[in-house]
Nanobody
Framework: QVQLVESGGGLVQAGGSLRLSCAAS????????MGWFRQAPGKEREFVAA???????FYADSVKARFTISRDNAKNTLYLQMNSLKPEDTAVYSC???????????????????WGQGTQVTVSS
């Protein structure tokens, strides 16, 4: 069964921090590239960060130096540490998983077959 569950969202003031988590079963998590995406109301879903199953990391330019993606393989958990948050970071954040051992496009939502339900992040000014 493919299952991804995000947590850690909430309301935070500009300049604050949040850490998002994405929990998965071993079968869902292992040997898969993982990504974080976000979608604000009225806007398209956009890429935030990704990490391959070998540990290579990609970031959107808008979050570089502020967000950090990591994975704890022993806990089957993906993280997104979000620092220096801005109001424009407000969105629903979702984690996603690729097929096992597959690389290819890490930036495009259609390249990820498996998705969590999302967690709301709201940043006030």
């Amino acid at each position: 069964q493919v299952q991804l569950v995000e947590s850690g969202g909430g309301l935070v003031q500009a300049g604050g921090s949040l850490r998002l988590s994405c929990a998965a079963s071993e079968l869902t998590y292992s040997n898969r590239g993982m990504g974080w995406f976000r979608q604000a109301p009225g806007k398209e879903r956009e890429f935030v960060a990704a990490i391959t199953w070998t540990g290579v990391i990609f970031y959107a330019d808008s979050v570089k130096a502020r967000f950090t993606i990591s994975r704890d393989n022993a806990k089957n958990t993906l993280y997104l540490q979000m620092n220096s948050l801005k109001p424009e970071d407000t969105a629903v954040y979702s984690c996603a998983a690729k097929e096992k051992f597959k690389d290819g496009n890490y930036y495009s939502p259609p390249a990820y077959p498996y998705w969590g339900q999302g967690t709301q992040v709201t940043v006030s000014s």
